[in-house]
């Protein structure tokens, strides 16, 4: 019981205390230390120095000890910097927006905890439609007209797909008629046990509908334009806690039921319809970036790129399982990066159009040169962790039943690193003719702290390779029945 | 026995022969009331014909013989039609296996002559007319086959006497599903006659009118032959809707007079209210409240056949 | 009576194909509403008890009071025209719907062979689905939207009594505490679109493309 409080119910309180005081500092400070007490908690617990034990429809699992960790350290970055986010001149009908930031925050921490640690998916279910609720307001952070249709497509279509979602439930529901766990809750536990009994047919239905519904949310192709829009016009914090966070919850839930499906005969199938998404999300972030001069819509379609890799790595399995399970973290710190400096650059020159921003380097040489260092370490530049995250998930494949996949992959991702770096080193070195230097210097701010954290981070994870996180990813991939 | 039975189908044909002016006027008669006029007397339509019939006819100079055999046929074949209608659980004169077919068709026997005959005017208004008859006719066949049509599939009988009969009450589903069906068939009936919302009988504007205005060019005996076999067209429709109320259980002939009487009356009052309360669709509108119609049948027959 | 509940569901859905009017798209929530009301109260008419009532009473409450009442409100503040502008002619949407229609009905009757589920809740739940995704895409207004999410939602229901799916109280309760949220979310979205991109359909939004 204790865990659950610290956990779940403490983000709820706190969202509620929110609503009352009126003081931003004052929000800030307590959402802060909830953060803090939630990101040792959860470190705690994956560590292992405590045996959580979650009552009602809980519980936890090598899987969801991850994807809880990888949550509480975006969210806990994200909270660090948002007081000085907040602090920064809008326009004056967003100053309104600012009131409810740190109750959404609280409560999309609610949220969110409650989906990962969901051992029902019904649970699941109410828990990840509650972190759209919380996040569709933040992306309406700045007021205007393109946040405003962001924020209505996110809603809409995220809804809907999450409805679809909640019809896959009911087929899963469908699969056990006839079967011993009939009548049951909708517990995973109980149906990852059972799963062999499972009604094929439905089972299948179930894995499209449930997989189909959730990658409105997770941001896989064909179904991610909501996603992309609500990542590029939310601000930057927001925008990196969907990118870092929000996603993968998501993803849980999609890996759930895909781990329902291993032992039965619909395996093949589902993993046949995960490289598809993998593969198609790839294609279609292959194809915008050609386009694109957007800056902040380039990093949304980036994380569109790597939840492909990532879904593409659990399809083929193996060693690239355990891959994506590495890339989930390095993606998520690495995303949280590249929008905390996309923001500071947003707000020196005041739009994302690529065009309108030149000579980063020089007025930002802060934000610059960050960018330029997340920028080459999401293109998998060793030593930051996604090149051995990638590095694992390509051998997994050339050692796969499949190993054109790998050449389709890298043309894909050679491509992808090319227009993404000629976008970017445009924006850094581009010099603009009637340029004005400014005269002070961009001061070192809290947000250049967490980015310079966070890229450390980055690195030391991939070279240290902590044996804990090592331990936990070959417990999930043994819960997954891989062999390695 | 056979006798009486007989004579018990020879009074349905003729209660139907006299009496389809009549109903008409009722529904006339009533509607005046709702929307608080006086309205003509309930047998206005005998007079009319009366008139009618004392009329000399006159053919337009372009016309061929089309125009001249078409109102009889097209009153034959009405009369035909209601000689297969069942009166309080009297077998009708002509019933036989399959006879559902033929009444649909001879139906529609009497409504391809009649376009035919508005088309062989050669007026601009009339073929107007006809187009729309038969467009809208497109739509309105498949009510029948899904309503009576799909209550003779699940019964497995194909006579309408027969099928009638085989309505029983007794169970929830069925019970349902003939109340929609007889809803259906009330759209239906609406549509053949002409009536409200569908098409205005008292319409004055030639451009909106569809079954009126096919008769425009028509006079003397010709109209009354239209006119007549219009009226007969309304009766028996209300005939094919009062034969879902027969309650389960009554099989004899008075008791089964009697619900005819009461439910004719309380089905002119419902078309009645139901021409007072709705105004007429656009023309465009019509189409897609037909298929309304026949959505509810389809709906009404996949339910049915697919409740355990 | 589930089957009898299940046709009148099917008729308010064909009654959403051919009319044109929003009002009677806010009335027939209602009387979804009240349908999946009365499917949830039935099974209880033997068995009473005030516990069991919680569930079909908040249904109540938020499908056919708060809700209808509140998407009522925004057409009325915001005065949107009554007519839904559709993207294809009615006739061709009922056709459409028709056919979607049989076909569920028929694939949901051959699957209840293998399987023991309700086909007509099953089916008609689904049918509800379908025709809540038709409303959105050849429907103009986000108001429209908003109900053909709706009308989704109430088919997933229906469908959820045909699974026969014991999902906790708790949970269901939260399902309806989402969808009102949701829906309270895009109605102040609706709000702001209007005024600031002052426009009620999907028109207006066109701005974020690539």
Known sequence: MFEFTILILIPLLSSAVCYTIKNIRLQYSITLSVSALHLIFSLMIFIGWYQPNMPFYFSTDSLSKLFLLVLSNVYFWVVLVSFSYLKRPVASNSEEGKRYYFLLLNFYLFANTSAILSNHFGMYWVAAE?????????????????????????????????????????????????????AQQLFFSEFVKKARELNPVWLKASFIFIFVGLSTKIGIAPM???????????????????????????????????????????????????????????????????????????????????????????????????GAMYHIIYNSLNKVVLFFTAGNIHRKYKTREVEGVSSVLNILPWSGWLLLISFLAISAIPPFGIFFSELMIFEGMLFSDKPWLLAVT??????????????????????????ILPIEKERFEIIHFATIVLLILLIAIAVISPNILHENIINISKDFGIKL | ??????????????????????????INKLKAIFTGRIG???????????????????????????????????????VIAAAMLPIGFARPIISFEGDIILFAYVLGLARFFQILAAMDIGSSFEGMGAAREATFAVFAEPIFFFTIGSIAFISGLTSIYDIYHSIRLDNVSYLVFIIVCSISVFFLAITECSRMPVDDPNTHLELTMIHEVMILDNSGIDLFLYQYSSYIKLFIYSILETSFFYPFGVRSYSVGVIIFVVVIATLSIALAISETITSRFKMKNIPQYLLFATAIGILNLLIYTFTK | MQNVLSILFCLSLFYLAVTSR????????????????????????????????????TLFIVKVMVIPRYINKIILDLDIKRMIE????????????????????????????????????????FSA????????????????????????????????????SELPMMIELGTLLDIFVVVFLMGIAINKISSTLSGFDVTALGRLKD
């Open chain 1, 224 to 322: 991610h334009s909501a996603d992309v829009d609500a990542t590029s016009n939310s601000p930057s914090p927001i925008a990196a806690l969907m990118s870092g966070s929000l996603r993968i919850t998501a993803l849980l839930g999609v890996m759930r039921i895909f781990q329902i499906v291993r032992p039965t005969s619909t395996y093949e199938f589902a993993k046949i319809i995960l490289i598809i998404g993998g593969l198609l999300s790839l294609l279609f972030a292959f194809i915008f970036m050609f386009k694109v001069n957007n800056y902040k819509r380039l990093l949304a379609y980036s994380s569109i790129e790597h939840l492909g890799i990532i879904t593409l790595g659990i399809g083929i399995g193996g060693l690239a399982f355990v």
């Open chain 3, 129 to 164: 689905i379908v025709v809540g995704i038709f409303v959105i895409i050849f429907r103009k207004k986000l108001i429209v939207h908003v109900t053909g999410f709706l009308v989704l939602e109430n088919g997933i229901f229906l469908f959820g009594t045909a699974v026969a």
């Open chain 3, 22 to 57: 929003v009002k009677a798209y806010v009335t027939v929530l209602r009387f979804q509403g009240i349908l999946l009301t009365v499917l949830l109260v039935f099974p209880f008419i033997h068995h009473f008890s005030i516990f069991a009532l919680i569930l079909p009473a």
């Open chain 3, 86 to 125: 559709p993207t294809i002619q009615q006739f061709t949407f009922l056709l459409l719907v028709i056919f979607s229609m049989v076909i569920i009905f028929v694939a949901s009757n051959i699957l209840s062979k293998s399987t023991n589920i309700e086909t007509i809740p099953f089916a008609s739940g």
């Open chain 2, 1 to 26: 026995m056979e006798l009486i039975k007989v004579i018990q189908g020879i009074i349905s044909i003729l209660v139907i022969l006299v009496l389809a002016p009549m109903f008409a006027g009722l």
């Open chain 1, 410 to 435: 890298m043309f894909f991702l050679l491509f992808i690193f090319i227009n993404m770096g000629k976008t970017l080193f445009q924006m850094l070195y581009k010099k603009n003719e009637n340029e």
């Open chain 2, 40 to 78: 003509a007397p309930v047998l206005q339509p005998y007079y009319d014909l009366k008139r009618l019939y004392k009329k000399e006819t006159i053919n337009a100079k372009s016309s061929s013989f089309i125009s001249v055999i078409s109102p009889a046929i097209n009153l034959v074949s009405v």
């Open chain 1, 130 to 182: 509650g972190t759209t609720l919380s996040v569709a307001p933040l992306i309406y952070y700045y007021r205007n007209e393109e946040a405003l249709e962001a924020m209505w497509k996110y809603l809409f279509l995220v809804s809907i797909g999450i409805a679809f979602a909640f019809i896959g439930i009911l087929f899963l529901t469908l699969s056990a008629k006839g079967t011993s766990l009939e």
